[in-house]
């Protein structure tokens, strides 16, 4: 069974530091992983996304970090801004099957609160 | 180039009445998933549609329908709601369903089932 596990469950952090979630899944065959951030009632936004190969990948203070082996993938924020206050999710990809593409394994998220 | 949009933005239903969601994908896209997500949850797949023909399913029931459009809109239905309806439907749009990528999210339409 695909499972996308996510921690921690929640974090509260000062504003201006930094912060590092984590993301372990087993999901085969494996196509991608994804991190969006999510603000509350709002849709996810993309932050990044890494295929196999990728060890790394940048999005202004957003840094992913991925481990095929390990089955791991970590996301660090660089000093931390009020508005990164957000849900970030781990979505990882899984395909292609036959006849029925990608299928898209969600991990809970972590709730993420920046405070003054 | 507008991205993804849904409609309505909020609703409320009564238990057994029936909804109607809907879904525009963002310009360039022909792939439509939809997905529930309750509070405090990750989104949870309910579909996928692309060519006007659904390509994956989810583990959801009958009561959930969907139909995509010439032009690549969708609509999600949901019949006789229960209570445990009420979430956040989101829908995403992708370029042709065995890519795998690019998946552009909208806001969302929060149901809320009294």
Partial sequence: ?116 | DAGVTQSPTHLIKTRGQQVTLRCSPKSGHDTVSWYQQALGQGPQFIFQYYEEEERQRGNFPDRFSGHQFPNYSSELNVNALLLGDSALYLCASSVDWRQGHGYTFGSGTRLTVV
């Fill in chain 1, 1 to 116: 069974k695909n499972q996308v596990e996510q921690s921690p469950q929640s974090l509260i952090i000062l504003e201006g530091k930094n912060c590092t979630l984590q993301c372990n899944y087993t999901v085969s065959p494996f196509s991608n992983l994804r991190w969006y951030k999510q603000d509350t009632g709002r849709g996810p936004v993309s932050l990044t996304i890494m295929t196999f190969s990728e060890n790394t990948k940048s999005n202004g203070r957003y840094t992913a970090t991925l481990d095929a082996d390990t089955k791991q993938s970590s996301l660090h924020i660089t000093a931390s801004q009020l508005s990164d206050s957000a849900s970030y999710i781990c979505v990882v990809s899984a395909g292609p099957y036959s006849n029925s593409g990608y299928a898209l394994n969600f991990g809970k998220g972590t709730s993420l609160l920046v405070t003054p």
